[in-house]
């Protein structure tokens, strides 16, 4: 099965000691994977290396085939804009945009052209449930808000959608049904799935979780 | 949805901050078109009043005292001109016309000027404008006076009332000519030159008048007539000349020919009131720069204004940035972004700017008339208007740099944390 994601011997140190080594990790086109560890066990800072919004120290990241450690920032910008997708805690929608915008803001980053924005952000929203695409964001409900970031996050059939901590804030029923949400529009999609979450409850919904505490460590050299 | 409709929305999300900072630039574009449009139709202001003029002959100290007396009625010229001169001059040239003034007399602090029945038929206070009467009728009779727009409006008089002049010009108190009631026989529509200032009378009554205190001075009583009248008493202080000029056209080489042949007489002197104008205009153009340079600190400010919106507003911004970059738009692009807004600022200020120096500088036109007298024209000179736009974008895009430093620098993951 093709590998949408390939890390090898990925070492990242910040500043104040903390540090993360992945010797390796591999997911396959249409793979859901959970990574699980406690608070600051360093789940969050492996999607952002994947996402190339950190810069690894040492190893290689590979995402749809490309090279991302390797990459200039441009260029990781255009791989993240077309190959990732992001879905965040707290959604991060930018509350002045409409709903079709916020995710018509996706399609414009990876270039897709102007006239396909507006039709694929309401096409996408409709599946969603969202019934008022030209709602502002910050006028939606929360579980509005988080469908609009899920529908951002595959508007341009992503390789890979990388969530982090996408239901910490929910309880148990919603955080199944906004999981469920995001894996569905997943599958759909076609895209993988590599999911942050420190939830227990999670762990069954995934068929792969990977414990990030076993790539936290103080020994990665400078 | 494009990288525009981006900076749309943000800016009217910020629409208070945004209506505010475009205001000021605005404001500081409409002042400084407006201190340009009028510091040109101020000069053209003072073209005005030597009118249709070539050259201006006095006895003044030099010719542009001759043009400050003569145009402006700065001062009463201090020597006179003798009528003899006046006919040598005026047979000397087939002049378009040569008319003679005399100017020392005033009435409640407006200077009289008395002059030749062409003044009023030939001269023309500005080029194309000829007099024209507000009621009554000029002069035609001796000791009759027709006034300027202000100094009807300065005096109160009114067509058909009597009044004494005083000797000596701009005194309230002087030694007035008691013996010879004028009759305010006519008013000047505003002509937008020191003209509107002064009383008009015919030069033979001024003659009479000078005649009697002379006659007093002599021991002779009784009113003089223009039988009574000596070369001493027929003086004048100055001679308008207008040289013949091809139709639709002002000027004239021999303008300048004559100028030549009577400046080399050492008893008169002689002025081209254009070139004397705009001597005086090098003169005060330094005064003249402080205003633009005012206007132009007036424009920095309001570029202080926009780096200031900008930069308190990136602090709000962070996330918004940094959701930007994590779907994929690079570091320059969302920095274009930033700078796009403060341009976009800059501009609407700008274009509003000209829109209020236009609509202002008209209402600052019709308070002038109406309050001074003074006509100006404004006029927006579009190659202005677009150094003044452009300088507002250029200012609002420098004012964008540091703000858009702090966008290229933001920190993506650490602002994409929940607790940032």
């Avoid at chain 2, 700065?74 to 001109?81: K, L, R």
């Avoid at chain 2, 990136?314 to 972004?337: C, K, T």
């Amino acid at each position: 099965m093709t590998q949408v994601l390939s890390l090898r011997d990925v070492q990242f140190r910040r500043s104040h000691g903390f540090a993360l080594r992945v010797p390796s990790l591999d997911l396959a086109a249409g793979e859901m994977a959970l990574l699980s560890g406690g608070s600051g066990s360093g789940k969050s800072t492996l999607l952002w290396l994947i996402a190339g919004l950190l810069r690894a120290d040492g190893g290689s990241i590979e995402v749809a085939g490309q090279r991302l450690d390797a990459m200039r920032e441009g260029d990781r910008d255009r791989v993240r804009a077309r190959s990732i997708g992001l879905v965040f805690q707290t959604h991060h929608l930018l509350p002045d945009f409409t709903a079709e915008e916020n995710v018509a803001l996706a399609l414009m980053a990876a270039g897709e052209p102007e006239r396909t924005h507006m039709p694929r952000a309401r096409e996408l929203l409709a599946s969603l449930g969202i019934d008022r695409p030209g709602a502002r964001a910050s006028d939606l409900s929360v579980g509005q808000q988080q469908r609009v970031a899920v529908a951002r996050a595959i508007a341009c059939r992503p390789a890979l959608v990388l969530a982090d901590e996408p239901t910490a804030s929910l309880d148990t029923d919603s955080a199944h049904a906004a999981m469920e949400v995001i894996q569905k529009a997943c599958r759909d999609a076609g895209a993988a799935l590599l999911c942050a979450s420190h939830d227990p409850a999670m762990q069954a919904r995934f068929p792969r979780v990977i414990d990030v505490r076993g790539f936290a460590t103080s020994e990665v050299p400078a | 949805m494009n990288d525009l409709r981006v900076v749309l929305v943000s800016l009217k999300a910020r629409l208070v901050s945004t209506l505010i900072t475009s205001g000021s630039v605005a404001v500081a574009v409409a002042l400084l078109l407006t201190m340009l449009s009028l510091r040109s139709a101020g000069f053209e202001a003072f073209q005005r009043g030597s009118g249709t003029t070539h050259l201006l002959v006095s006895a003044d100290a030099s010719p542009l005292v001759a043009v400050l007396n003569g145009v402006f009625y700065a001062n009463a010229p201090s020597n006179p001109v003798s009528w003899e001169k006046y006919g040598e001059i005026r047979s000397s040239f087939p002049y378009e016309w040569a008319i003679p003034t005399l100017q020392g007399d005033s009435f409640r602090g407006f200077p009289v000027c008395a002059t030749a029945p062409e003044f009023f038929t030939k001269f023309q206070p500005a080029k194309g404008e000829p007099w024209q009467l507000r009621e009554g009728h000029f002069p035609e009779k001796n000791f009759e006076i027709c006034l300027g727009s202000d100094a009807a409006a300065g005096t109160g008089l009114r067509v058909g009332q009597k009044v004494q002049l005083t000797h000596g010009a701009g005194s309230e108190h002087g030694h007035e000519h008691t013996e010879f009631p004028y009759t305010v026989v006519g008013i000047l529509q505003p002509t937008g030159s020191a003209h509107d200032r002064a009383v008009f009378t015919d030069l033979e009554s001024s003659w009479l008048l000078h005649a009697f205190d002379r006659r007093e001075r002599e021991g002779i009583d009784g009113k003089p007539t223009v039988a009574d009248l000596t070369d001493a008493d027929r003086k004048i202080t100055g001679i308008l000349l207008r040289l013949p000029t091809r139709p639709g056209s002002d000027g004239s080489a021999a303008i300048q020919q004559q100028f030549d042949t009577l400046r080399r007489d050492p008893a008169i002197v002689v002025a081209q009131p254009a070139q004397q104008i705009d001597r005086l205009r090098g003169i005060v153009g330094n005064v003249d720069g402080i205003f633009i340079a005012l206007g132009v600190a007036v424009l920095v400010s309001s570029g202080i204004s926009i780096l200031l919106a900008l930069y308190n507003s990136m602090a709000e911004r962070r996330r918004q940035i940094a959701v930007l970059r994590a779907i994929g738009l690079s570091r320059g692009r969302v920095q274009g972004m930033v700078v796009a807004e403060a341009c976009l600022i800059g501009l609407a200020g700008a274009i509003t700017g000209v829109v209020l120096s236009l609509v202002g500088g008209f209402a600052a036109a019709a308070v002038l008339k109406e309050r001074i007298g003074l006509v100006v024209h404004p006029d927006l000179d579009p190659r202005s208007a677009m150094i003044v736009l452009a300088g507002a974008v250029m200012l609002a895009a420098l004012a964008s740099v540091l703000p858009a430093i702090i966008a290229y620098r933001t920190p993506v993951a650490d602002n994409l944390r929940p607790s940032a």
